[in-house]
């Protein structure tokens, strides 16, 4: 099963931009599609954008669409999330995650289709 960190998490003011990145090892990262989601304070984890094991076809949560770019690098066995006009309802602790089916042909972006978590980067946007 694949291991994954999160890191590039901080404090941004409203409308700046912020880069996360997930690192995978122990597993076949480039046969896995992934995602992220989020969790704010006294909420459930959302989804925020997922990602197929190609690159090639991407997902978004509305509520970031056109502002947050999700990405895979295979050979560097590492995903990210460029983030930009952030809003302070951006507010969160992300994490990223694994599909749990490889060369799944499409995203998913059903949180029970992920199986591997990591354990979070907070973000905090400030007005």
């Known amino acids: 099963q694949v291991q994954l960190v999160e890191s590039g998490g901080g404090l941004v003011q409203a409308g700046g931009s912020l880069r996360l990145s997930c690192a995978a090892s122990?597993?076949?990262?480039?046969?896995?599609?992934m995602g992220w989601f989020r969790q704010a304070p006294r909420k459930e984890r959302e989804f925020v954008a997922a990602?197929?094991?190609?690159?090639?076809?991407?997902a978004y949560a509305d509520s970031v669409k056109g502002r947050f770019t999700i990405s895979k690098d295979n050979a560097k066995n590492t995903m990210y999330l460029q983030m930009n006009s952030l809003k302070p309802e951006d507010t969160a602790v992300y994490y990223c995650?694994?599909?749990?089916?490889?060369?799944?042909?499409?995203?998913?972006?059903?949180?029970?289709?992920?199986?591997?978590w990591g354990q979070g980067t907070r973000v905090i946007v400030s007005s």
């Open positions: 122990g597993g076949t990262f480039s046969s896995l599609g």
């Open positions: 990602i197929a094991w190609s690159g090639l076809s991407t």
């Open positions: 995650a694994a599909d749990l089916e490889p060369f799944r042909l499409r995203p998913t972006t059903e949180r029970t289709d992920f199986g591997s």
